[in-house]
């Protein structure tokens, strides 16, 4: 059995709301059973670890337990830090049963593709499994003559929807709560991978054909002005995830794919890297060199370009010889090339560039 760990900043693990939302369904259950509410529950994470989790609020009333665990997020940066995961329990007479349901805070389903039915409180498959695997741990001998009902609530958690892009996968009013292991690991990259790869498999169950990939919050508000008859669920965030987001509207069946970026990113994805974190592999300057070439720019600029270490130097220059309209478009062939060969003939490919301050520089491919 361990406990949370007081780490140096920047390496502190934390717990999901769905571990969380675990520990306060099991501190209510026990309360349940002995008629009050523990200080701190012992809980199994999906993961297999055992872990105590303080309750901050823990009562009984009219028959119904109640427990609040405030999350813990790490050194993760989380909307969801210092929420209070709420759980009511309260018996039913149906022997062997958990029913789980989703109060105030956490958001309802209302679209297809989240691995859950429409109309369901946002409490995804592994959250599910392991509140319900935590009640009957302790409820075992009881669960043979009744059941329990389990209400996850989070106060505030409509406000903190508001800081995620819940309604873009359909999940209305609240927070989704979720965690495949329970921890949450500082700037998880592994949960902006999973929320990409989702965005896309949300975008193919809508019936949509087309996914617009972009970088960032200025590239998407570039691509969301420019293709305005798009649904909505079409526009994923994929970051710095190329290759994670075009393998899943592979296996979806997307026929279409959209790329909207900035110079730097444009230039990773035409140089063939899978991921395009600028903290991986250096620009190929040689190549966006031989762009400025094919754009039309003298030798000399191209040897200039080839000594420096930014595709935004390259772009500069080339708005100065008025050449930056060339110079995007033949960048956007290149990533377009690029990806035809590692997926050919399977998308129809287009990609939209934009500078800094989300202006249109140009685009290929439509």
């Not at 872990?51 to 009333?61: A, D, K, R, T, W």
């Not at 946002?122 to 009957?136: C, D, G, L, Q, S």
């Not at 949450?184 to 809508?206: K, L, W």
């Amino acid at each position: 059995m361990t406990e949370p760990e007081r780490k140096p900043k920047g390496t502190r693990k934390g717990f999901t709301t769905g571990a969380c939302s675990a520990a306060a369904a099991a501190a209510a259950m026990q309360g349940l059973l002995d008629g009050r509410v523990p200080d701190i529950i012992e809980c199994l994470l999906p993961n297999g670890d055992t872990v105590l989790f303080q309750i901050q609020e823990g009562f009984i009333e009219n028959g119904i337990a109640h427990a609040v665990v405030e999350k813990d997020a790490g050194d993760d940066p989380d909307c969801t830090h210092q929420a209070r995961l709420t759980a009511d329990v309260c018996w039913l007479e149906q022997p062997n049963t958990v029913l789980l349901k989703g109060g105030a805070g956490v958001g309802q389903v209302t679209r297809a593709g989240l691995g859950l039915p429409i109309g369901e409180a946002a409490i995804n498959p592994v959250p599910r499994k392991n509140i319900e695997h935590n009640i009957r741990l302790i409820a075992a001998e009881a669960l043979q003559t009744r059941g329990v009902q389990v209400t996850i609530s989070v106060p505030d958690g409509e406000i903190m929807a508001k800081k995620t892009l819940n309604y873009r996968l359909g999940i209305l009013g609240g927070i989704s709560i979720l965690g495949t292991t329970g921890i949450v690991h500082p700037y998880s990259t592994a949960a902006f991978r999973a929320s990409v790869v989702q965005g896309v498999e949300v975008a193919a169950n809508q019936g949509q054909k087309t996914v617009v990939l972009t970088t960032g919050g200025r590239t998407e508000k570039f691509v969301i002005r420019e293709l305005p008859e798009l649904d909505e669920s079409c526009f994923v965030q994929m970051g710095d995830f190329l290759t994670p987001a075009i393998d899943t509207a592979n296996t979806c069946g997307i026929e279409q794919i959209i790329i909207g970026g900035m110079v730097g990113k444009l230039t990773k994805m035409a140089q063939g890297e899978t991921i395009t974190h600028a903290g991986r592999n250096p620009v190929n300057v040689e190549l966006v060199a031989d762009i400025a070439r094919a754009a039309g720019a003298p030798e000399a600029v191209c040897l200039a370009i080839a000594e420096q270490e930014t595709a935004r130097y390259a772009s500069e220059c080339m708005e100065e010889l008025g050449l930056e309209y060339e110079f995007h478009v033949e960048l956007a062939k290149r990533v377009i090339a690029t990806l035809e060969n590692r997926y050919p003939k399977r998308f129809k490919i287009a990609v939209l560039v934009c500078d800094f301050d989300g202006n249109k520089l140009a685009e290929a491919g439509r």
